[in-house]
């Protein structure tokens, strides 16, 4: 870990002028995914500008029923959060299946969503990556990739994003709010993460030194359900093999509202508009949402070693909306 | 006088428990003599090569770096028995982790940073690290791990097999595994003019010292290893590894005490590992089940430092009876990180196969699975015609389906169901030899009343200490309280090391005679003088040897229920229930955690741990705990060990077998059997993760 | 602006307030164990993966690996070695002991510290992934809560079962 200087401003505006000043700094939120990659040698700061003195670390519902939540409020407190668990379970739901209570009382809304790839070439700095170290090439095509990317990829990197929060956030149609040195703007969250093409490198459509100030969500569509599920190797402290966040309304046996994302099969949260279009108005069947997934998944180019995700996340998919439709509570007690 | 609660066979709670909840208890790196300095090692990165070049400039421009460590300027080393202790010795490159150098530095954080800034250059040859069933490589070894030749052939197997009326023939593959004991592998080390003293993690203390006395070519009695608390080792810490060496060479070169541990993600290449196995397993019988032949094949590979053979073949010798049999291992030896011992080496990925087999043998001769074990039961060991000095593997069979509630069972697959999960249920047999060691101990008597036992054995959480005491306590007639135990220094009575399950009947044993002449000595003093009174005993080769004439092993039966989310593929053990024959339970409390939690490790294995070594790069790919996943709390639901009474006078004054490893044998046979009788699906390939089951 | 390496932190481990200057680069771990001699919380694996280095910051557990010392500062820090009040053990460490819920010991400080912080999660109301949402907090304890509750603390000794069970008694 190279020697960098340490700041703590208590502005965000200061927060963003000390990043526009060193092009090798970097926010420090929680650390848990900045200061693993900074031991691993991927990240080298010369500067870390700690948002730990921000003003931006409470959730608010506002009057038109949505959401902002401040970007360095601490995952378990998200999940905590009242309003989310009574209007928004897929949200509790999702970072509730992440990472460990640990890390997500440490971990930050803004960090969760800026965490980088789990892709293991990408972690070992001896190795080639072009995410890391673009045009050195992309061992993982040929080599380990069970839990690389199914769609959206390119020849150039197969890496997923590893955040559980991105994929439920992707189907609530957050939205983003960032200040630049350009000052303030908001970018919906599918729009903030990037599919790699030719430049896996570049993972997201912030401006250099950009700070994500909070999230908003809007109110939540009239009788909705919502839900999250994630498979994994092991029970629990495991990331994704994929997983599904859905948001879903019936009247008489119609889908009259859907939002579905993906999760751990692209570089972003996968959202599946295809899916929700061929679902819309129609019947809210398991054999429906299963054709529906089938049409998402024609765009599927899976690697020798992770074909299974296709099937994985169709099933996946299909059970939680099929869940939501009949009103199942998903049997999360003991040992899933 | 004797205490009721001093007997052996009490739930004695671990004498170190406080320490041990309290923070208190200190581990290897948890000691920093004054004026200590860290060390950070670096692995090769190429897998087959040469250094070229080492540019350490940038490195040592940092002030607070005091030395890097290469091939080039290292402090010597003699020749030791294990060549991956030859640390810094070449520019040779074996493979991929091969530590090729060693920063010091005032700091820890200055010592990890100046790491990351060497600058090593190789000349890189083509390496060779895919195992192929067909590797021209392959050849026959004449012995596996623990001195069993590698092949025996009994009767003629192929007439057998072809004439059986019935056959299965399955391969079964095994990738590898690693140890990852929760405490790295970690040393510090001081010297004082030509003393040597290490507190390392280890399993056995005398043989590190034995190894840093070869090394450094110094009488054994300028070396002291300190291992009071050990974090694991599940064999990866049973020979002197590299933190220890490197440290005691970065403590001479600076003249500082050096900490050193090792970083988790390095641990894959330079501690060992369980080698991966493909075994071919061969079963003829005759319909009523009753087996005819027996074939297990093994091929596995090893480093080409070094030969080292999963015996996994060996307890084909040992379980069933069958007139016909061959059991043989080939190994390939790669450009890959050298195996070694990880919990129950040959006996974890041999029963894995073999158990696999018999459910496979049982499902074609439509029997019940432990009906067949029953018929197969044999009168003498199969291998070598040896009396068993004790087996009680039907009894375990038998009380495991009652506890379990095995019956009655539909042995049809893919009947059982709840909501979208199928449910099955699935039995192993497992097995376990016992090993005993030579070793030696002293037991003292105070004037004050009370005792102490000096042994150098090692706890490395098998509850070793108290165990000791309640042995000593035994002999003496005195309640536990009373007998202080001190243990994990080189300086004690010589001791054999914690591994092969051999720790307590190795330990207890001299224990046991040194104790029994203290209470002799004081029976005859009336009084303890005010120096205290003390007496010392070894066992030799004589002692170890009296019994061979019998096969001597442990037995137990595993069970398992699982379920099977078939959208999703996910496998989870709804419980695990094991009972075991292992001679004299000495302590129920402690040997249920060893028994409970080699099953956990079985249940890891079958359902998680995954390792790949990577064809390009040719190390293991998933060396973090995050993406070698063991098993975490969740994962872990019912789990329950139990034991049935075994008399066996032919194993040592206490009456014992080892129970380490035997917890692990058969489990992920168990599981994977339960697999196939939920969902009809044969996992031949470990471990059964979602896209094993999904993709079928 | 002045670039230092190195900063001035106030912490209060263990209820002692200390002043250091520390490298920024040092992890809260580093300074407990290498520092301030408070070995308790241990280096697992140094990337936030096993659990074996849980403290309490500020009364809710982290993995004290991953978080720069610096950044803590004016934090109040609680380590296995603070829980005890002098001779008696917090009820958790003794729930450990009673029920053997160890074995080589060193993933245990870390356990009992997520322990801690666990049991104040789950009173506060908190939910876990395996959390009925209808339940109203605080959440009762039973062993699926915990052992999802409990998971991000590996024990390769596979002493889980023990585990659960003290935390289970530490929570009635
Ligand atoms: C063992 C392990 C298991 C895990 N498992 C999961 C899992 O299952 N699911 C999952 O979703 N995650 C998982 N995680 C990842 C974890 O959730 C992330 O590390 C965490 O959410 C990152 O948040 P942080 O606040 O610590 O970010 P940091 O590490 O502080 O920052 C991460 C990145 O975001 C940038 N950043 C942070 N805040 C802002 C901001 N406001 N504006 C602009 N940039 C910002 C930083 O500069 C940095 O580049 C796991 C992590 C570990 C170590
Ligand atoms: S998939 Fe992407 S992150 Fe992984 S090695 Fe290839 S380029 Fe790098
Ligand atoms: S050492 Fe911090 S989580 Fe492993
Ligand atoms: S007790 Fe050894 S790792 Fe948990």
């Not at chain 2, 059991?327 to 790669?334: E, F, K, N, P």
């Not at chain 2, 229930?577 to 955690?593: D, K, S």
């Not at chain 2, 032919?650 to 058969?666: C, D, F, R």
Request: with cysteine; hydrophobic share 40%; net charge negative.
């Amino acid at each position: 870990m190279k020697e960098f200087a340490y700041h703590r401003p208590t502005d965000a505006a200061s927060a963003v002028a000390l990043l526009a000043q060193s092009p090798g700094a970097r926010y420090l939120a929680g650390g848990t995914n900045l200061v693993d990659l900074m031991k691993l040698g991927v990240e080298t700061p010369d500067l870390l500008v700690d948002l730990g003195a921000l003003p931006f670390t409470t959730v608010e519902p506002l009057t038109d029923g949505g959401l902002c939540i401040g970007a360095g409020v601490r995952n378990s407190d998200l999940a905590a959060h009242p309003y989310v668990r009574a209007h928004h379970p897929v949200l509790s739901q999702a970072l509730l299946s992440g990472a460990s209570g640990q890390l997500r009382n440490a971990a930050t809304v803004g960090g969760n969503l800026l965490q980088r790839t789990r892709c293991l070439y990408f972690q070992d700095v001896t190795k080639p990556c072009n995410k890391r170290l673009p045009g050195t090439g992309c061992p993982a095509r040929t080599g380990v990739h069970r839990d690389l990317a199914v769609l959206g990829a390119s020849g150039h990197c197969v890496a997923t994003h590893p955040s559980d929060l991105a994929v439920a956030l992707a189907a609530l149609d957050a939205t983003v709010d960032t200040l630049s040195a350009t000052g303030p703007r908001t970018l919906s969250i599918n729009r903030l993460h990037r599919l790699p093409g030719n430049h896996p490198d570049h993972e997201h459509r912030l401006l250099p030194g950009e700070l994500i100030l909070s999230v908003g969500l809007p109110a939540p569509a009239p009788d909705t359900r919502s839900g999250y599920r994630k498979v994994r190797d092991r029970a629990s402290f495991a990331f994704a093999l994929a997983s599904a966040a859905a948001v879903l309304a019936v009247e008489d046996g119609r889908v009259t509202h859907v939002a579905l994302a993906l999760g751990a099969l692209a570089a972003k949260p996968w959202r599946a508009t295809t899916a929700e279009q061929a679902l819309l108005g129609g019947p809210a069947t398991e054999a429906a949402f299963g054709r529906a997934l089938d049409l998402e998944l024609t765009a599927a180019e899976p690697l020798p070693g992770n074909g299974f995700k296709v099937p994985l996340a169709r099933n996946l998919a299909t059970r939680l909306l099929t869940d939501l439709a009949t009103g199942e509570q998903a049997p999360r007690r003991e040992t899933r | 006088m004797t205490d009721p609660k001093a007997a052996l066979g009490a739930p004695l709670a671990r004498l170190e428990g406080r320490d041990k909840v309290t923070g208190r208890a200190r581990y290897a790196n948890d000691h920093t003599p004054p004026g200590s300095v860290f060390a950070w090692p670096v692995p090769a990165t190429v897998a087959r090569g040469e250094i070229t070049a080492i540019d350490d400039r940038q490195a040592l421009a940092h002030p607070a770096v005091l030395a890097v460590l290469t091939h080039l300027n290292a402090p010597p080393l003699a020749e030791a028995e294990d060549p991956t202790l030859a640390l810094l010795q070449s520019p040779q490159v074996a493979y991929r982790g091969q530590y090729v150098a060693l920063v010091v530095a005032e700091t820890l954080e200055a010592a990890r940073t100046a790491a990351a800034e060497l600058r090593i250059s190789y000349r890189s040859e083509r390496h060779d690290v895919v195992l192929t069933d067909d590797h021209p490589g392959i050849y026959a070894p004449e012995l596996a791990n623990a001195g069993y030749p590698a092949d025996r052939e009994r009767g003629d197997f192929d007439t057998a097999f072809e004439s059986a009326e019935v056959r299965t023939d399955a391969v079964y593959r095994i990738g590898p595994l690693h140890n990852h004991p929760m405490e790295p592998h970690a040393a510090t080390a001081v010297w004082d003019g030509d003393r040597l003293t290490v507190y390392d993690s280890c399993q056995g203390g005398n043989s590190v010292q034995q190894t840093l006395a070869t090394l450094f070519a110094l009488p054994h009695s300028q070396i002291l290893v300190i291992s009071e608390h050990v974090g694991g080792g599940f064999g990866s810490k049973g020979t002197a590894r590299p933190q220890a060496v490197l440290a005691a060479m970065a403590a001479r070169t600076v003249r500082r005490p050096v900490k050193l541990a090792l970083p988790r993600a390095q641990l894959c290449a330079v501690v060992g590992h369980r080698a991966p196995t493909v075994q071919r397993v061969r079963l003829a019988a005759r319909s009523d089940g009753r087996l005819h032949g027996v074939a297990h094949e093994v091929l596995t590979r090893s480093s080409t430092l070094s030969e080292f053979v999963e015996q996994a073949a060996v307890p084909a010798r040992v379980m069933y009876a069958s007139p016909h049999s061959r059991t043989t291992h080939r190994v390939v030896r790669q450009d890959v990180p050298a195996p070694s011992w990880m919990r129950a080496p040959g006996e974890c990925p041999g029963m894995f196969a073999l158990e696999s087999a018999m459910d496979e043998l049982a499902q074609a001769c439509g029997l019940d699975p432990i009906e067949l074990r029953l018929r197969n039961e044999p009168e003498l060991e199969p291998d070598s015609g040896r009396p068993f000095s004790s087996r009680h593997l039907t009894d375990c069979l038998r009380e495991g389906a009652r506890r379990f509630g095995w019956y009655p069972r539909d042995p049809e697959p893919r009947r059982r169901s709840r909501g979208r999960l199928l449910i099955g249920s699935g039995v192993a047999a497992s097995t376990y030899p016992v090993y005993v060691a030579p070793s030696s101990a002293e037991v003292r008597a105070e004037a004050d009343g009370s005792f102490t036992v000096l042994i150098n054995a090692t706890d490395i959480g098998t509850g070793a200490r108290t165990v000791l005491a309640q042995i000593a306590a035994h002999v003496l007639g005195v309640a536990t309280d009373r007998v202080g135990v001190e243990i994990g220094r080189s300086d004690l009575p010589p001791a054999s090391l914690a591994g092969g399950s051999s720790g307590t009947a190795s330990w207890g044993w001299p224990v046991h005679r040194a104790a029994t002449a203290l209470r002799e000595d004081l029976a005859r003093h009336g009084e303890v003088p005010a120096g205290g009174l003390a007496a010392r005993a070894a066992t030799g080769a004589e002692d170890l040897a009296a019994s061979r004439s019998f096969a001597r092993h442990a037995f137990g039966a595993q069970f398992a229920e699982v379920q099977v989310d078939m959208d999703t593929g996910e496998t989870r053990v709804r419980r695990l229930l094991g009972v075991f024959a292992a001679g004299r339970i000495l302590n129920p409390r402690t040997a249920r955690a060893q028994l409970l939690g080699g099953m956990i490790m079985g249940q890891s294995m079958a359902l998680s741990e995954h390792s790949t070594l990577d064809p390009e790069f040719g190390d293991h790919a998933e060396r973090d705990l995050a993406s070698y996943q063991v098993a975490v709390h969740a994962d872990v639901t019912d789990v329950q060990a139990y034991w049935i009474e075994e008399e066996d006078p032919h194993l040592n004054p206490m009456g014992s077998k080892g129970i380490g490893e035997l917890g692990i044998v058969g489990t992920a046979a168990a599981i994977t059997n339960a697999v196939h009788h939920a969902t009809g699906i044969r996992v031949r390939d470990l471990p059964a993760t979602p896209d094993v089951l999904l993709g079928r | 602006m002045e670039y230092t390496f190195s900063t001035e932190v106030a912490l209060r481990v263990n209820g002692e307030d200390h002043a250091l200057l520390l490298d920024n680069r040092s992890t809260l771990l580093d300074v407990l164990r290498e520092r301030l001699g408070l070995t308790g919380a241990k280096k697992g694996c140094d990337h936030g993966q096993c659990g074996a280095c849980t403290v309490l910051v500020d009364g809710r557990r982290m993995n004290s690996c991953l978080l720069l010392a610096v950044a803590q500062h004016g934090r109040s820090v609680t380590t296995v070695e603070g829980l005890a009040e002098g001779d008696t053990l917090h009820p958790v460490q003794q729930a450990f002991l009673d029920h053997d819920a160890y074995q080589c010991g060193f993933c245990t400080p870390g356990q009992i510290c997520s322990a801690v912080g666990a049991l104040a999660e789950a009173r506060a109301g908190r939910p876990s992934a395996v959390t009925d949402p209808a339940e109203d907090p605080p959440v009762p304890l039973d062993g699926p809560e915990i052992r999802e509750r409990m998971s991000g603390n590996l024990c390769r000794c596979g002493a889980y079962p023990g585990i659960v069970r003290a935390v289970m008694e530490a929570a009635s």
